[in-house]
Structure formats: C-alpha cells, structure tokens
C-alpha cells in the first residue's frame, strides 16, 4: 500500500531533539551509518546517492525517513 507524501516534510521535536527531513548538509554526518539495499556507503557521494533513493522512495509514498537531530549541535545523531 502506497500513501502520499506529506505536503510538507513532517517536524516533530521535544526541546532536545528533533525527527526532520534530512538534507545535503547531513551527508558527512550520516557516512557511517548509511545503508541503502543492506550496502554501506563508502564516501560522501555514495551517500548522496542512497539519500536521492531514500527521497524518490518517499516521493513515491513508500517510505519516510526521519534524521534525529540533537537541537543542542544542530547536528544528525
């Protein structure tokens, strides 16, 4: 079952954290841990690339991914 994609990108935050789109700038954070079809990416590009199937797959409405943020560091955790 396909469902839509948000017409705004949903923001849930508590004061501490925030669940949030991720975005470009987010790539040096997130090169350990991304994943994308059980494969790691090795370098930031790979990462870039495995974050434009994460994005198609919610244009499509077949996924969401949240980045947590720390509000703190304004950084992906």
Known sequence: ??????????????GKISLRQIIP???DDLLEI?????KQ???VAQAIEMQAKIDKDY???N???????ELSSNKIV
């Open 34 to 38: 991304s994943y994308y079809d059980a």
């Open 63 to 69: 996924s969401i991914h949240w980045g947590i943020e």
């Open 1 to 14: 079952m396909n469902f839509p994609p948000f017409d705004i990108f949903p923001f849930i935050s508590d």
């Open 59 to 61: 244009d499509e409405g």
């Open 41 to 43: 990416a090795k370098n």
């Open 25 to 27: 700038s987010d790539m």
